[in-house]
Each structure stands twice: as structure tokens, then as C-alpha cells.
Antibody, heavy 120, light 107 residues
Framework: EVQLVESGGGLVQPGGSLRLSCAAS????????MHWVRQAPGKGLEYVSA????????YYANSVKGRFTISRDNSKNTLYLQMGSLRAEDMAVYYC?????????????WGQGTLVTVSS | DIQLTQSPSFLSASVGDRVTITCRAS??????LAWYQQKPGKAPKLLIY???TLQSGVPSRFSGSGSGTEFTLTISSLQPEDFATYYC?????????FGQGTRLEIK
């Protein structure tokens, strides 16, 4: 069974940093591109970042470019999102997600999400 | 960035109704579109990709169509478990973008 378990969310002050982790199991992690997608309270889905299966290619939304860094450790089956210079508008549930092997950018599995709260 | 606009944003319907949700892209994206369903407090679920391909395990009452800039998601006969929020997503190019969502509620 595919499982994606996010951790690392919590309360952080504006301007602060946080690192999210996503532990993957039930599939060959190193064979799949992975994504982070967020959802502010009561709002829609917003793409954050993506990384290719070997980590060689990364993509970012304009809203987080230069502040967030996506990475992965295929030996640990873990995806990361390093977030810096956090703003109030970054407050959201952050979902780790697996890309569908058959079609690029389609997401076929999602984690349960981890909440990031940005507040002083 | 490619913008996606869904209509309507809110839809009230009854069990057994046929409903259609539209997603319009700001530029042509061929058939590079997916649809997701999200229930409150839950992660989204993939319904359809490549505009019209039903994901494994998704009931056949869901269907998708369209290409270029206009796409539709149709539910042929609403079931109680279908009341949720639906999002389209473009797969044409990065950055990935989603529509703003269509909330489907029970009339």
C-alpha cells in the first residue's frame, strides 16, 4: 500500500524557516517524481514544487521561488521541503504527493498533509 | 503561467442529477488536463487525467472531455458520496496550476 506521511509542520514566526519531510513507503520511491501542493485554510489547491525521480530537475511556483527548496533522499525514501523567509500567505496544509508514472504532472497519491502556521 | 477558470464556482444539485463542470485554460493545453475530487478534511483524489481517461477504481458515472482550452467534467447521476469540491489541473507545462475549484452541494 502506498503511504506518504508528512511531518515537520507547526507554528513559525514571519521570516522564519521550517523543513517539511515526507516519508514514503509501499512503492519504489526512487522511480517517481514527487510534488508538494498546499492549501490555505478554506482555499483551493496551490502547486508549490516538484522534483524528478533522481533529483536532477526541480520546479517551483513563482510565489515560493528563491525561498523554498525541494530535495529528496532516495536512500531514505524521503522527500523534503525547506521553507525560508516565511510569510503569512504561506500558511497552509502542505501535501506531499506522488506523480503518476503514466502521465507527467498527474498526482495519483497524496499524503494526509501537515499544517504550517505562520504567525507572530 | 497558464490560468484555469472553473465554472460554476458553486453548484447545488440533487441525488440522481446530471451535472457538468467546465474548466477553461488561458491558452491551449491540448489534452493535458486532470480532474480531482476533494472532500472536507481529506486529500484530493484523482478522477480523470489526459482530459478523458478515467483513473482506475473511479466509477464510470464520472467522465471528462475537451481539448485545447475548454474541458468538462460530467457526473451522469449524482450519488450522495459525490458531494465534494472538484478541481481541474493543467499538465501542459510548469508551473502546474489548478482551477479555483467547484463546490458541489446537495440541494
Amino acid at each position: 500500500e502506498v503511504q506518504l506521511v508528512e511531518s515537520g509542520g507547526g507554528l513559525v514566526q514571519p521570516g522564519g524557516s521550517l523543513r517539511l519531510s515526507c516519508a514514503a513507503s509501499g512503492f519504489t520511491f526512487s522511480s517517481y517524481a514527487m510534488h508538494w501542493v498546499r492549501q490555505a485554510p478554506g482555499k483551493g489547491l496551490e502547486y508549490v514544487s516538484a522534483i524528478s525521480s533522481n533529483g536532477g530537475s526541480t520546479y517551483y511556483a513563482n510565489s515560493v521561488k528563491g525561498r523554498f527548496t525541494i530535495s529528496r533522499d532516495n536512500s531514505k525514501n524521503t522527500l523534503y521541503l525547506q521553507m525560508g523567509s516565511l510569510r503569512a500567505e504561506d500558511m497552509a496544509v502542505y501535501y506531499c504527493a506522488r506523480e503518476f508514472v503514466d502521465t507527467a504532472m498527474v498526482i495519483d497519491y497524496w499524503g494526509q498533509g501537515t499544517l504550517v502556521t505562520v504567525s507572530s | 503561467d497558464i490560468q484555469l477558470t472553473q465554472s460554476p464556482s458553486f453548484l447545488s444539485a440533487s441525488v440522481g442529477d446530471r451535472v457538468t463542470i467546465t474548466c477553461r485554460a488561458s491558452q491551449g493545453i491540448s489534452s493535458y488536463l486532470a480532474w480531482y475530487q476533494q472532500k472536507p478534511g481529506k486529500a484530493p483524489k484523482l478522477l480523470i487525467y489526459a482530459a478523458s481517461t478515467l483513473q482506475s477504481g473511479v466509477p464510470s458515472r464520472f467522465s471528462g472531455s475537451g481539448s485545447g482550452t475548454e474541458f468538462t467534467l460530467t457526473i451522469s447521476s449524482l450519488q450522495p458520496e459525490d458531494f465534494a469540491t472538484y478541481y481541474c489541473q493543467q499538465l501542459n507545462s510548469y508551473p502546474i496550476t489548478f482551477g479555483q475549484g467547484t463546490r458541489l452541494e446537495i440541494k
